[in-house]
């Protein structure tokens, strides 16, 4: 049966998003099951082709990259694939319409992190947009289930969510980003000169885009939003910690949300309570 193949590479997308990420695994987790695969689904493919670019160092890393491009091109045109993740994924592109610009916007995205080690401004937001706010996009779209009203109207909205988590895990991730990869995002910043001032310019422009994220996460549809809002609120908990180390500090250690902190974010979230902390006055 057809559907046995379906089911199993639902399976295996939702085995990468938990293997690689419990965090994103429990927000899913508190989304309507409508939405579990399609999701899963989503994640499945990004992260494949963000493993390729940051972990496979032993291999051709650009043959990679373009061949799982071209495999996701052709699986979504023919509607399948015997990739499972790539399965998954043309299932969600076809069934909610997902634009095909977004796709593309993404790998170009990817395909920058082959060979470029710092940006500029455009560069910097033309990497953002492919690598975060498109996939906040491609979620909405399935979100929206076909309203195109709403979707139009939480595009702002979702990417600056998708701004604001990129440029958190960019500060978390500065130390193994410049070390292990040789890799700074932020414009005009040196990792070896990065100083409190410029971080706390950063932070300024992180809370800004959580600060425009919010109203559109609460015009979610029931069954989305809960899920959507565990994110947010765990993000923010996340930037808030950041907030409160020290440049030294960030540049030695990878920044966590302890497990109990985490559990205390999922309570609140599930009963539709944000956390408010004041991000712009850290």
Request: aromatic fraction near 14%; hydrophobic fraction near 40%.
């Amino acid at each position: 049966m057809f559907e046995l193949f379906e089911k199993t590479a639902a399976d295996c997308s939702k085995n990468v998003t938990q293997t690689y990420s419990t965090s994103f695994s429990l927000g899913i987790r508190t989304l309507h099951s409508r939405f579990y695969a399609p999701i899963y689904g989503i994640y499945g493919m990004v992260r494949y082709a963000d493993e390729i670019v940051d972990t496979f160092h032993n291999y051709d890393k650009k043959y990679l990259l373009e061949k799982f491009k071209r495999d996701t091109y052709e699986a979504i045109e023919s509607g399948i694939s015997l990739n499972p993740i790539l399965f998954s994924f043309q299932k969600v592109v076809n069934e909610f319409g997902i634009p095909m610009d977004l796709i593309e916007s993404f790998f170009i995205s990817m395909e920058t992190d082959l060979f470029k080690v710092s940006y500029d401004k455009v560069d910097y937001q033309e990497y953002i947009y492919g690598s975060a706010e498109v996939v906040g996009l491609m979620c909405l779209k399935v979100f929206a289930e076909g309203d195109d009203e709403l979707y139009h109207r939480l595009i702002q909205p979702a990417k600056a969510l998708g701004a604001a988590f990129q440029k958190v895990n960019f500060l978390r991730d500065m130390n193994s980003d410049a070390k292990d990869r040789g890799r700074v995002y932020f414009p005009g910043i040196d990792f070896d000169n990065f100083e409190d001032i410029a971080k706390k310019q950063i932070e300024r422009e992180v809370a800004n885009d959580f600060h425009a994220a919010y109203n559109g996460i609460l015009n979610l549809p029931a069954g989305a939003r809960e899920g959507v809002l565990l994110a947010y609120n765990y993000y923010q908990a996340l930037f808030h910690k950041i907030q409160g180390v020290s440049v030294e500090q960030l540049k030695k250690s990878r920044i966590r949300v302890p497990d109990f902190r985490k559990l205390l974010i999922l309570f609140r979230s599930v009963a539709g309570r944000p956390f408010r902390y004041n991000l712009l006055g850290s």
